[in-house]
């Protein structure tokens, strides 16, 4: 009888060290998915702003790249993709852009980005159009992840708008450091301080970038007062586009 | 077995108690481990070595334990520029027990350190001590000279650590520098005009001459054409644009504040406050884009006001601001003279704890020929203005006012005099007989503070003497004059041969 403790302790004993197997570990298991993975410096969006206004005139198109990402693993070939264009879009095809004919995620990669050319058309000058792309699953993809949360609200992952414009804007730096020097802000006065004094177009988003911002603006400002002056001594006034108001700089600079 | 089983779980389970509670008692035997010191490394006077040049340093390992071997240690020599705390500086020089590297650091004042770790104990022990990289060009008076019409510069270059001066002739040919010379000669002017906050190499050296102003590299006074003033010019600038004088002065580390007349007679203004560069838009205008009126070319300012001498209205403007894009008559409140020819202004300035910009004025009316002297703090109101009778002033021909006495320095031939203000009256002070005064001035340093050798230089009268019969090129002098209270007699500190008719002289300073 005090055997069968003995034995009845033995299989307790190999019971419990047979119960503790090494678990195996848990790996990814889920489809791939694909959405936009668009960011200006560090903050994600789900718009871009393109705008012709600062290009020269010679140039007549541009190509944006929209950046899109990937979960799973790479892939050791290309997988292609689907992105429509929602009908909502303002733009037309063959006017304003033109887009690639295939969709692809090149192979090893699991952030891509691909092309859509953009055109300078005139109608660009007086408003600003929008072209909105979707992603939507296909063989290779599923479009799961429809939204991530940002910093100040929900991007939609899945639609990317394009704003394409060519109307030229005075930027964020007008009021608070240009208008000191330039006054009032208007496209016929930037245009013509450029033709006149060599003032660049882009000084509105540009400029803050310069050293000498301070002391071309000054020389801009007043060689441009010099010039209106001289065409009102010769009969010839410059007005704004209204007609009534005579072109001046901030009065610091007259 | 049933006894055998219990009394040997008895005694395991004691036996594992107790076993694993033992007191663990610590290891109490120390010994030494080897301590190392640095010596033959000199932390008191440092170590200077010539840009370009080689530096050996053999410092010498004492070890406690008598570890002898270079091999037992690792080694480590960094500089860092020494006014910075941030390791990011630290730039590592080599990996030997010995220091022999090229020097190809920047000239300048460095932190030189040195660590040595002991393999075995991985125990680290470091000194420092100071690196001065210098040149043969380091510092001293630049000499500007005409030389047959063309422009010639000799530097008298300073060694501060055995106070010796070393005279170099014609220093642009020995640096082998390509700057346009063959003007006639007009200004040395040199201080920085950008500050270490935008880059490291900040420290301008102008020559003025009549082909063109340019500045030459602070350190090896090279030149291309990207340093012309033009590239620090903001507008439509003409391709021969030169400058007759400059006037500079340093605000602070990061501001500084330049006005220049040009050889179209017009003033520009430059201030690492407003764009960092010549605006070219003439600043003697009543309006930013009005008419130039002429400007006397002596332009007086304390680092934001300035003031100028409108020669046609015959009276003094004054600009607002390092910003400003015009002038306007100062106020008549403030007493200033109107109707006189300016002949001489300065204002003797610097931005330290007790000195005001005290700024004189030599005028004439052109009325009666007689002269003045006008003193003011610059933008107060006048509180000095008194006809000048000195010993033939309406014969002078060079100006210079003592920073810290109420003497004018002027110069009539080869004569010296010192004009008293307020006894009115001249004393001879030098008579060089046959020979000419062609210069004189106060040295002004950009920078002077804590600096006891600048600080009695500035004050030092510099006196430029040509001798028409000797020859060109060589017929030069320049003495320095400390000057005594009471309209004591100069004291001659200095004498130097060997230059051109002087023009010039300015001082690189650091």
């Not at chain 1, 889920?30 to 994600?44: E, H, M, S, V």
């Not at chain 1, 030229?168 to 006149?196: C, D, P």
Request: charged share 15%.
């Amino acid at each position: 009888m005090n055997s069968f403790k003995y034995i009845g302790w033995g299989l307790v004993i190999i019971i419990v060290l047979g119960a503790c197997k090494k678990q195996s570990l848990l790996t990814y298991n889920a489809a791939d998915n694909i959405y936009f993975f668009y960011k200006k410096i560090t903050l994600r969006l789900d718009s871009i702003n393109f705008t012709f206004a600062y290009s020269p005139d010679a140039l007549k198109d541009s190509s944006v790249m929209i950046p899109f990402t990937v979960t799973g693993k790479p892939a050791a070939e290309d997988r292609e993709f689907t992105v429509t264009v929602d009908p909502a879009s303002t733009t037309q095809a063959g006017v304003h852009y033109i887009l690639p004919d295939k969709f692809v995620l090149a192979a090893g990669k699991l952030v891509d980005s691909f092309p859509v050319k953009l055109l300078r058309t005139p109608d660009l000058q007086k408003g600003t159009f929008f072209l909105r792309l979707n992603l939507v699953p296909n063989d290779n993809f599923q479009t799961d992840i429809k939204s991530i949360e940002g910093i100040l609200d929900s991007i939609n992952t899945l639609s990317l708008k394009i704003n394409i414009t060519d109307i030229l804007s005075q930027g964020t730096y007008w009021t608070s450091i240009l208008q000191a020097y330039f006054g009032t802000f208007s496209v016929k006065k930037v245009k013509l301080l450029n033709q006149v004094t060599g003032m660049p177009i882009d000084i509105m988003i540009n400029g803050i970038y310069d050293l000498n911002l301070n002391a071309k603006c000054a020389y801009y400002a007043i060689s441009m007062s010099r010039y209106l002056k001289d065409q009102a001594t010769a009969g010839k006034t410059i007005y704004e586009d209204d007609g009534i108001t005579p072109m001046t700089m901030n009065s610091n600079y007259q | 077995m049933k006894k055998i089983f219990l009394y040997s779980i008895l005694f395991i389970i004691p036996a594992v108690v107790i076993t694993s509670c033992y007191k663990d008692t610590g290891n109490y035997s120390y010994h030494a481990i080897n301590v190392v010191t640095i010596g033959n490394y000199d932390t008191v006077k440092g170590y200077t070595a010539l840009y370009k040049d080689t530096l050996r340093i053999s410092p010498a390992i004492i070890s406690s334990e008598d570890v002898t071997d270079d091999d037992a240690y690792t080694y480590k020599w960094w500089y860092h520029k020494s006014t910075s705390v941030s390791t990011i500086d630290d730039s590592l020089l080599a990996k030997t027990k010995n220091l022999n590297v090229p020097v190809n650091i920047a000239p300048g004042t460095y932190i030189l350190m040195y660590e040595v770790t002991d393999k075995n104990t991985k125990v680290l022990v470091h000194v420092r001590t100071t690196l001065t990289v210098t040149t043969e060009v380091f510092e001293g008076f630049m000499v500007l000279s005409d030389v047959n019409n063309q422009s010639r510069l000799d530097m008298l270059s300073y060694n501060k650590t055995n106070s010796i001066f070393t005279q170099f002739t014609d220093v642009l040919k020995k640096q082998n520098s390509t700057v346009p010379m063959n003007g006639t000669p007009y200004q040395v002017h040199c201080m920085p005009y950008v500050g270490t906050n935008i880059t490291q190499q900040g420290y301008g050296i102008f020559l003025l001459n009549s082909v063109g102003t340019n500045r030459v590299n602070q350190e090896t006074f090279g030149w291309d054409p990207t340093y012309n003033i033009r590239y620090l010019m903001a507008g439509d600038v003409p391709a021969n644009f030169a400058a007759k004088r400059i006037t500079g002065l340093n605000v602070s580390a990061t501001n500084y504040l330049y006005y220049m007349v040009g050889q179209d007679n017009n003033v520009y203004c430059y201030s690492t406050q407003a764009g960092y560069a010549f605006r070219y838009s003439p600043l003697n205008v009543y309006t930013p884009s009005g008419i130039t009126f002429k400007v006397a070319p002596y332009i007086a300012t304390n680092g934001s006001i300035a003031v100028m001498y409108n020669t046609d209205k015959k009276t003094f403007v004054t600009a607002a601001a390092a910003s400003s894009n015009s002038v306007t008559d100062v106020a008549p409140a403030l007493n200033y003279p109107t109707g006189l020819d300016l002949l001489y202004m300065e204002c003797i300035y610097y931005v330290e704890a007790g000195v005001v910009p005290n700024t004189y004025a030599i005028l004439k009316d052109p009325a009666t020929q007689k002269i003045y002297l006008l003193n003011f703090v610059l933008a107060k109101a006048q509180t000095y203005y008194q006809e000048i009778t000195g010993t033939d002033f309406n014969l002078a021909t060079n100006y210079a006012v003592s920073p810290d006495h109420n003497y004018v320095f002027y110069s009539v031939g080869g004569k010296l005099y010192e004009y008293d203000m307020y006894l009115k009256s001249s004393f001879l002070m030098a008579d060089y007989g046959a020979s000419s005064i062609s210069y004189l001035s106060f040295p002004h340093f950009s920078s002077r503070f804590n600096k006891p050798n600048y600080m009695s230089w500035s004050k030092s009268l510099l006196v430029g003497v040509v001798d028409a019969a000797g020859t060109a090129g060589s017929n030069g002098k320049l003495d320095q004059y400390s000057i005594p209270d009471v309209n004591g007699q100069l004291v001659k500190t200095n004498s130097w041969m060997g230059f051109g008719k002087i023009v010039s002289v300015g001082y690189r300073d650091r």
